[in-house]
């Protein structure tokens, strides 16, 4: 494939900040990709069928303490669809229900870099080879990004607009060994520089209400980040999903998931915090509701989002306005369930 301009869209400073001057609260993936592509512009989940080294023994079998892969992405139901048959029948329900003509083929389930590179180019161009199709999201864990990997997506960016999702969810390494990540914060600060040095955009997804952390530890990521070559942000309450080792705790009284009150407080403290150029690209959790043990109101997306406009309006405060700022006392959170802080 040759380079194709117009998959490949120029990003201007009018593309980055004017949000706040139109009355946004906070720099939205939605706002961005409408700008970057002069339209509506929907993510579709792709699974191509990749593992993960932290379940298949490579690094670990047991997984992420909260992963149940098959509740990644309704994709995974239709297993045995080539990429451009996923694609293409989501596209068609989109164009019907939304009137939406333009996709970002987004490599969700599992890891999606771990595998040579010329069996990730036949999958990555298969994916772009569809009508309609603009670029890329590419979703990973930080200790999956070789230089061999990391210079060849670099190439395929300069041909479309790509984006490399990279799984960090805390700067605490007692964190992520409590959860098996089977990473250090060191690891994902490592990747994110060496994408940043090929001028690759980051986007970073963060866990909030990690087993054994407090408001504060979670204030402290986002902090981290915030100094960090990012250019969009996930944030994700931790749910309890079925058939996990969270789901074994949970039902042994032995961990609670954040209420949606403490959750919307949180995200807002975070997003006071970040740069104004990082671009929010998810503000919850969700997944299958067969999949779900808990939180209830994990289901209810839409008013978590609707909760989060309204505290910030109450507040009188949007995305940036306390960047570099460091932590303060948190709102909300009468609800936590020690005196430690500990959720
Ligand atoms: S890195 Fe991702 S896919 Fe792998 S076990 Fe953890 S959550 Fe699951």
């Known amino acids: 494939m040759g380079t194709n301009p117009e998959k490949r869209p120029e990003i201007t400073s009018a593309s980055f900040c004017d949000w706040r001057q139109l009355g946004h609260r906070y720099y939205s993936l939605g706002f961005y990709l409408n700008r970057i592509f002069g339209g509506k512009t929907w993510k579709v989940s792709v699974d191509g069928g990749f593992h993960c080294p932290n379940a298949d023994g490579a690094i670990s079998r047991s997984g992420c303490l909260f992963c149940n892969i098959a509740s990644f992405s309704p994709s995974r139901r239709w297993s045995g669809l080539t990429i451009r048959e996923q694609i293409l029948r989501a596209a068609a329900k989109l164009r019907e229900r939304r009137g939406i003509h333009r996709f970002i083929a987004y490599f969700q389930p599992g890891t999606n870099t771990y595998g040579p590179p010329d069996h990730l180019e036949r999958l990555y161009r298969e994916a772009l080879s569809v009508p309609g199709v603009v670029g890329l999201a590419i979703g990973t864990r930080p200790d999956c990004l ?148 808990a939180p209830e109101w994990c289901r209810r997306k839409g008013e978590t989002i609707s909760l989060i406009d309204k505290q910030l309006e109450a507040r009188g405060t949007y995305q940036g306005c306390r960047f570099r700022e460091g932590p303060h006392q948190p709102v909300g959170l009468s609800s936590s369930p020690n005196k430690d802080g500990n959720m």
């Open 146 to 293: 070789s230089d061999d990997v990391l210079d060849f997506l670099a190439t395929i960016s300069h041909e479309t607009w790509l984006t490399v999702e990279i799984g960090v969810q805390s700067c605490h390494n007692d964190t992520l060994r409590r959860i098996n990540r089977g990473h250090s914060w060191e690891d994902a600060v490592n990747a994110i520089q060496r994408c940043a040095t090929r001028g690759l955009r980051v986007s970073v997804h963060l866990m909030f209400g990690l087993p054994g952390e407090t408001y504060h530890h979670m204030l402290e990521t986002a902090g981290k980040i915030a100094e960090l070559p990012v250019h969009g942000v996930k944030l994700h309450n931790l749910y309890v999903a079925r058939d996990t080792g969270l789901a074994k705790l949970y039902e042994a009284g032995q961990y609670q998931p954040l209420s949606q009150e403490a959750y919307v407080s949180i995200v807002c403290d975070v997003l006071e915090r970040l740069p104004p150029h990082v671009v929010i690209e998810r503000l919850t959790a969700e997944t299958d509701a067969g999949y779900l043990v």
